[in-house]
């Protein structure tokens, strides 16, 4: 197997399938004698499949293999969410080899009827069946003689008639769906590998934000409940971090509220907001944020010196930033073999962000010559791209931060997106056209369609057009020209 696949629980046979293998606790072997040693769960994948594949599949048996030992140590369906009840009736299913609504018809009557009616004194109707269900799910005949005596069901047993309901009718997923589930079909329908980088970062953000709100269901007539967890979230945050600020409670909201409204046919999603004025839910209102500022010349020559003559990945970090006023982000997602050209004629590095292709706006692709520390850069900027992954993202800019202000004083307004305002000073000093402050900077004045938006996207880069590059390059030079 390849260095990535050495995961634990990861099996894989002979003829090359894979599958996840674990003990179970032996707390549940010794309380429960009958209970099997081991868990064993097919991925469907085989050695061939991708990492984001195999790294989805073995979330998923983590999450069965855990239920499956609550289920061991708990019957009372009151213990279970909605959430794990439908991961326990689609575990049944996939067992099973069975979709659901594969024996689907028209029932005599409907699932809420049949319930109704069987309550009733020597009531003797079900719903119409399928022969084909009763031999899938034979457990079903055993659940409804202990429902007819009027005994209380168990979580298992409550699952098995689910799942004979499952495979004859079609799942209703398109009005009403867990979080979880919700979750689930963002990160596909986005996707994300949320085992790196951004898609990392958000299922991160996706987890804090469920750890106060738990799993709920969302559907037309849920609307109330949403909001009340949401603002659970919102209040539980602010006690615990008293001083947080109001964004960021909305960045840690962003893609969670965005799982919710691609709920299909959701009458309520419009209702989805934090904005004040709506009062769906109470915030504090928005702080003023204190804007960082322009660096002086002397800061700069003293900043340049100490990039070039103490280098790290903090240093570096700050000194490719300084380059275009780079945001952290973009500089975490770079990739070596793909996004740098420091060997070229006219050294450069390439942002077109990440394996996602994630840019802020369609403005900010761009080409970043490298015109101070070159052998810095060099060296440095794949540790730093490790360290930065291996850290949430506001810590990367926080500790960057700190180490500016360590070196160029205690004024709050010193910040790594200061070399923004910086570079955009230097730019104008030196004349640069608009098209190349556009290229090299990303803003949205320019011409969106030139010419260098196509080297950006083109895996050689400039290889075959240098002198558009050497335009930037010397521009960058220019721009630098006092520090270099």
């Avoid at 309380?31 to 099997?36: K, N, Q, S, V």
């Avoid at 409940?225 to 008293?242: W, Y």
């Avoid at 804007?291 to 570096?316: G, H, Y």
């Amino acid at each position: 197997m390849p260095t990535t696949r050495k995961m634990r629980y990861l099996n894989e046979r002979s003829n090359g399938s894979l599958r996840y293998v674990r003990d179970y606790p032996l707390k549940v072997i010794r309380t429960y004698p009958t209970h099997p040693k081991q868990f064993s769960r097919e991925l469907g994948l085989n050695k061939n499949s991708t990492d984001t594949q195999l790294h989805r599949a073995m979330e998923e048996s983590h999450r069965v293999y855990d239920l499956q030992i609550k289920m061991a140590e708990n019957s009372d369906p009151e213990a279970f969410t909605e959430s794990e009840k439908r991961q326990a009736v689609d575990e049944v299913l996939r067992q099973r080899k069975l979709d659901h609504g594969v024996f689907a018809k028209q029932p005599e009557y409907s699932e809420e009827e049949w319930k109704a009616l069987a309550q009733k004194p020597g009531a003797d109707i079900e719903p119409s069946k399928d022969d084909l269900a009763d031999g899938a799910v034979a457990e079903f005949d055993d659940v409804m003689d202990d429902y007819h005596r009027g005994k209380k069901l168990t979580f298992k047993q409550e699952v098995m008639a689910d799942a004979w309901f499952a495979v004859q009718k079609f799942p209703e997923f398109r009005r009403r769906k867990t979080m979880r589930e919700a979750w689930s079909d963002y990160v596909e329908l986005e996707g994300l590998d949320i085992t790196q980088g951004d898609g990392k970062d958000k299922q991160q953000r996706f987890e804090r934000v469920a750890s106060y709100t738990g799993d709920f269901l969302i559907s037309d007539d849920t609307k109330d409940d949403v909001l009340d967890r949401l603002q659970n979230f919102i209040t539980g945050k602010q006690r615990d971090n008293p001083s947080i600020k109001p964004q960021s409670i909305e960045r840690e909201l962003a893609e969670f509220k965005a799982a919710i409204r691609m709920v299909p046919r959701l009458s309520w999603r419009d209702a989805l907001t934090l904005d004040r004025r709506v009062n769906n839910v109470t915030m504090a209102a928005h702080s003023v944020p204190l804007k960082a500022r322009v660096l002086t010349d002397d800061e700069l020559k003293l900043f340049f010196k100490t990039c070039v003559e103490t280098p790290d990945e903090k240093w570096t970090a700050l000194l490719v930033a300084s380059h275009a006023g780079l945001g952290m982000r973009e500089i975490r997602r770079l990739r070596p073999d793909k996004d740098f050209y420091l060997e070229a004629a006219y050294p450069h590095i390439i942002f077109r962000g990440g394996e996602e292709g994630i840019t802020k706006t369609v403005a900010r692709p761009r080409v970043v010559p490298i015109v101070i520390g070159l052998d810095v850069v060099k060296q440095w900027l794949p540790k730093t791209i490790q360290w930065m992954n291996k850290i949430d993202e506001n810590s990367a800019s926080t500790t960057l931060n700190k180490r500016l202000r360590q070196l160029l004083g205690k004024d709050k307004a010193i910040k790594s997106h200061g070399f923004r305002h910086t570079w955009l000073r230097l730019c104008r000093r030196a004349r640069i056209s608009e098209d190349n402050k556009h290229a090299i900077a990303g803003w949205e004045k320019g011409d969106t369609n030139n010419a260098l938006m196509t080297h950006v996207y083109d895996p050689s880069g400039f290889e075959d057009d240098p002198e558009l590059l050497e335009q930037l390059y010397q521009d960058q030079q220019d721009i630098f020209h006092l520090f270099r």
